[in-house]
């Protein structure tokens, strides 16, 4: 059975260090975030982690402001 981990607010601080501290544990990760662009440079340096932990890192784009940015994603994700 996998874990799996949604996490807002995981493109600075600390949420960088939680998210890249689940992808190392081997947790399947899941962030929202507003910025594609710091979505894909935190993948970037998460997808060798999840390689080798066995975990994963994914992303949709997500603003939490807005109940129809958080619904479609939601479902698309299966989450």
Not at 4 to 25: D, H, P, R
Not at 51 to 57: D, F, N, P, T
Request: proline share 3%; net charge positive; glycine share 8%.
């Amino acid at each position: 059975m996998s874990k799996n981990i949604f996490i807002t607010g995981a493109t600075s601080g600390f949420g960088i260090v939680v998210a890249k501290e689940l992808v190392s544990q081997g947790y399947v990760v899941l962030i929202a975030t507003r910025s594609q662009e710091k979505a894909k440079k935190l993948l970037n340096d998460l997808v060798p982690i999840a390689s080798k932990s066995g975990g994963s890192i994914d992303w949709i784009e997500c603003d939490l402001s807005s109940i129809k940015s958080i619904e479609e994603p939601s479902k698309k994700s299966g989450f």
